[in-house]
Nanobody, 126 residues
Framework: QVQLMESGGGSVQAGGSLRLSCAVS????????LGWFRQAPGKSREGVAR????????SYVDSVKGRFTVSQEKGTNIMYLQMNSLKPEDTAMYYC???????????????????WGQGTQVTVSS
């Protein structure tokens, strides 16, 4: 069983920054995939960024490229999402998730991920 806990959400004005953290209780292999997702009211959950443990290979959805950076702190089980130049359309509940299949990161489909945190709210005002 893997547990994840997000922190760092809040309210900012457009153009501002936030850093989200995700504490992961267990990394099962260097081919786990850790991902960040978000869900706005009335919308489906979408993948935002992901990182493969071990290799550090990262991927982003087009809407956040150049603004968001996903990272994993070396020697720890903490993943971060640095969010810069925030826009009102970034407003959502943000979740971190883990795919422990050992296949690395290959999809942003939520059903691929085994374990989820409870989420942290990000609100960006114009």
């Amino acid at each position: 069983q893997v547990q994840l806990m997000e922190s760092g959400g809040g309210s900012v004005q457009a153009g501002g920054s936030l850093r989200l953290s995700c504490a992961v209780s267990k990394i099962t292999s260097d081919r786990d995939c850790l991902g960040w997702f978000r869900q706005a009211p009335g919308k489906s959950r979408e993948g935002v960024a992901r990182i493969t443990t071990g290799s550090g290979t990262r991927s982003y959805v087009d809407s956040v490229k150049g603004r968001f950076t996903v990272s994993q702190e070396k020697g720890t089980n903490i993943m971060y999402l640095q969010m810069n130049s925030l826009k009102p359309e970034d407003t959502a509940m943000y979740y971190c998730a883990s795919d422990t299949s050992g296949d690395g990161c290959w999809s942003f489909r939520p059903e691929v991920y085994d374990y989820w945190g409870q989420g942290t709210q990000v609100t960006v005002s114009s």
